[in-house]
């Protein structure tokens, strides 16, 4: 889960913004994504993401709002890494926030301990969770110079951290923080004439306490999410996928649910339920299981035992993107949210259906509707019956 | 750009299977698993039952249903006329096989017909689903053609490693002519009573052409919309009694 191992093809030789093709939802489903989150979020339209490409323009300027913006997490760019953060000393040290700040503040001007990313515009959901998970008692504080609104990158009257920082306030907040320890926003003032015009490169930035982030925090943070996310016994769950494109959990919903869990263990909590999305489905139900194979994040998958199967549906891996309503022919599935049911968080076995052996091809087949044969031979017999009627009249 | 298309004569069509076989080979298939069949079909109870057969090919639709629900984009449609799957892009969702009406589409990794599994005994390396003996066409997944990776649906592609070598403006594929042998779709070219035309549907002088206008081409489940381009015909056009492929028919009648 450590953000070095993620391998990003980068889009453009010159600029440091990655994509992962196969974790990008219009990439895995051009006809049914309707994501374009990335597009949306940049302040300089520098993304055309189309059927079967992605591109970067020539206007990027490096703040990474678009991959704050990306439910996958398919979109990195360095320098976005929460470090660790050390305890401060002294009485009032619990209320000491830990402040943020982005590259273009002189290093000069921002306090040793702060936080250090490309553009706090750039910051996620889950990276905010994540952040305020590794500050501990300390509140997060993301710093406004007063740059933002002239800033390209900020691109409006809202600061571009707002969005994500009110989502991830109302988590925090039903994750049992309190008021006073949630992240917000500081206005501290520079002088306009200090701000540079572009997000200095990543090099220049290599001198901050980055190294050695992480290391002790993250093996705790991996036990942390394996209690929060039991995995089914593999002899129950059998996983059917293609050869490419197999479904892979999202970083940005991992970094989410790691803090969730960690500060959880503090706070004596379970995860908020407005984390997480309930997926329902009805009667109509075919069992034709496409919704577990357009799943980009395998929180859809078949389960099998005693003659029967069905699908089983993992509300830590849902993201919520709606594909399976889109896909489903018979609009059997329904997608909403959780609400505060927390009954429903974790694996639910959402279909049940029995299971017999085709007489006609022997293949294994789920039981419905009273048909005796597979759907394909089914298909078959009608075919040929129809074809016999259509080319000789009276089906002698 | 050619429109390729094939006719099958019914009136001539014995059942014998030598297209499911030539297909078998030529895509390495197994039992079950041909993009071409002969489907049997019987009618009626003991002691008057009919048996009747029916070839079926994919149809290669001029309006493809399968093509329009593939989330992938994977099935696509060549410029000649061709339906086919990009198996790089497959996601073996299956969506396709529910939306065709012909029911031509494959996906192999399910209990196998026949036993032993002949998979086992040949064990495909990396996502190749077997490794057959002797082997078929080139591999090409993203046409689709070769042997059938894991995970993936396969359909019959017209042999298209074959005619998409045609020289251009070729009227008829047959195994007649010397210089199309090659090029004629693997159960064209082994039809024994000669019941297949293939060729270019745009070309009025084709075969093919010929053979619709004549003989009242006949294209399956009309209502869907689909449009195949694969035609029935019968020796006397639609409704004639006398092209009736029965076998054991009026043998069995009192």
């Known amino acids: ?396 | 750009m050619a429109k390729w298309g094939m006719v099958i004569d019914l009136e001539k069509c014995t059942g014998c299977q030598a297209c499911s076989t030539a297909c078998q080979m030529e895509n390495n298939r197994l039992p079950g698993e041909n993009y071409q069949d002969v489907l049997y079909y019987t009618e009626g109870k003991q002691p008057t039952p009919t048996l009747k057969w029916f070839p079926r090919p994919c149809m290669h639709c001029e309006e493809p249903s399968c093509l329009h629900v593939c989330p992938t984009k994977a099935t696509f449609k060549t410029a000649d006329g061709v339906v086919l799957i990009d198996w790089n892009k497959c996601i073996g969702c299956k969506f396709c096989m529910i939306a065709c009406p012909y029911g031509v589409r494959f996906y192999t990794d399910e209990k196998p017909l026949i036993e032993p599994n002949i998979k086992d005994v040949f064990k495909g390396s990396g996502d190749l689903s077997w490794n057959p003996p002797y082997k078929g066409p080139q591999q090409d997944n993203a046409h689709g053609v070769g042997i059938q990776p894991n995970g993936v649906v396969s359909k019959c592609t017209f042999c298209y490693h074959k005619i998409s070598k045609a020289p251009a403006g070729t009227a008829n594929l047959t195994n007649e002519d010397e210089a199309t042998r090659e090029f004629t779709p693997a159960c064209v070219r082994t039809c024994a009573p000669t019941a297949r035309y293939f060729g270019d549907l745009d070309n009025p002088n084709s075969e093919v052409s010929r053979m619709i206008s004549s003989k009242k081409g006949t294209r399956l489940l009309e209502h869907t919309g689909n449009k195949p381009q694969v035609y029935y015909v019968t020796g006397s056009g639609a409704g004639g009694g006398a092209a009736v492929p029965m076998g054991r028919n009026g043998i069995n009648k009192v």
């Not at chain 1, 022919?329 to 997608?335: F, G, M, N, T, V």
Request: aromatic fraction near 6%; charge should be neutral; include cysteine.
């Open chain 1, 1 to 396: 889960m450590p953000d070095q191992e993620i391998q990003y093809k980068k889009l453009r030789e010159e600029r440091p913004l990655g994509l992962r093709e196969d974790a990008c939802l219009v990439l895995r489903a051009p006809r049914y994504a309707t994501c374009r989150a990335c597009e949306t979020a940049c302040p300089v339209q520098a993304i055309k993401v189309g059927e079967i490409t992605f591109e970067l323009g020539d206007a990027c300027i490096d703040c990474g709002r678009c991959a704050a913006a990306c439910p996958m997490g398919a979109l990195g760019l360095p320098g976005f890494v929460v470090p660790e953060v050390k305890p401060v000393q002294g009485e009032l040290s619990s209320a000491k926030p830990v402040p943020v700040e982005c590259w273009k503040v002189p290093a000069e001007s921002s306090l040793p301990d702060a936080v250090r990313v490309p553009c706090t515009g750039g910051l996620s959901t889950g990276r905010l969770v994540e952040l305020a998970a590794a500050a501990g008692d300390r509140p997060v504080q993301i710093w406004d110079r007063g740059w933002c609104a002239a800033c390209r990158a900020g691109g409006g009257p809202e600061h571009p951290v707002s969005g994500a920082l009110e989502a991830a306030r109302g988590l925090l907040a039903g994750a049992g923080v309190r008021p006073e320890k949630l992240p917000g926003i500081a206005f501290m003032p520079l002088p306009a004439q200090l701000m540079p015009a572009e997000i200095p490169s990543s090099t220049s930035q290599q001198t901050l306490s980055r190294r050695g982030f992480f290391s002790a925090f993250m093996r705790e943070t991996t036990a942390a999410i394996d209690q929060v996310r039991p995995l089914a016994p593999k002899s129950e769950i059998r996983r059917k996928r293609g050869f490419e494109r197999t479904p892979m959990p999202s970083r940005e919903r991992e970094r989410l649910l790691l803090g969730l869990s960690i500060l959880g263990k503090s706070t004596d909590k379970p995860p908020p339920s407005e984390a997480f999305y309930r997926v329902q489905i009805s009667q109509a139900c075919r069992s034709h299981n496409i919704c577990v194979g357009i799943c980009p994040t395998g929180a859809l998958d078949i389960y099998e035992e005693d003659a029967q199967n069905g699908v089983v549906f993992d509300s830590y891996l849902c993201i919520g993107c709606g594909q399976c309503v889109t896909v489903c022919p018979e609009s059997a599935i329904e997608l909403s949210p959780n609400g505060n049911d927390l009954m429903t968080i974790g694996q639910l076995r959402l279909t049940r259906f029995g299971v017999q052996d085709c007489p006609v091809c022997g293949q294994t087949f789920t039981a419905q509707g009273g048909s005796d044969c597979c759907p394909q031979c089914a298909k078959r017999r009608q075919l040929a019956s129809s074809a016999f009627a259509s080319l000789f009249g009276n089906n002698r």
